[in-house]
């Protein structure tokens, strides 16, 4: 079995700042790509970032500037640091892994349950 579970959401002005963390636990061999998605009310998921296995990273061009994703593989987690945050990043935040699971062959795609982040004066 394999858990991702994220941290950090909440409730910050505009302009502010905020970090995201999501761990990774359980029978885990190896990750590959680790990445955000956010889905506003209303709207589909969206892509925010990702990164490799290794420092490789790629950004929505709404976030590109403001948002900077990083891992910690000693930790199997997963961050995204948001500055100058705007109303319209207001979503709900969704941390996905690709993992391969220890005694198999195969990577699958993992989701968190999402935590919240409001940016509202």
């Known amino acids: 079995q394999v858990q991702l579970v994220e941290s950090g959401g909440g409730l910050v002005q505009p302009g502010g700042s905020l970090r995201v963390s999501c761990a990774a636990s359980g029978s885990i061999f190896s990750i590959n790509a680790m990445g955000w998605y956010r889905q506003a009310p209303g709207k589909q998921r969206e892509l925010v970032a990702t990164?490799?296995?290794?420092?490789?990273?790629k950004y929505a061009d709404s976030v590109k500037g403001r948002f900077t994703i990083s891992r910690d593989n000693a930790k199997n987690t997963v961050y995204l640091q948001m500055n100058s945050l705007k109303p319209e990043d207001t979503a709900v935040y969704y941390c996905?892994?690709?993992?391969?699971?220890?005694?198999?062959?195969?990577?699958?795609?993992?989701w968190g349950q999402g935590t919240q982040v409001t940016v509202s004066s």
């Open positions: 990164i490799g296995s290794g420092t490789r990273t």
């Open positions: 996905n892994a690709n993992i391969q699971r220890r005694g198999t062959f195969m990577s699958y795609d993992y």
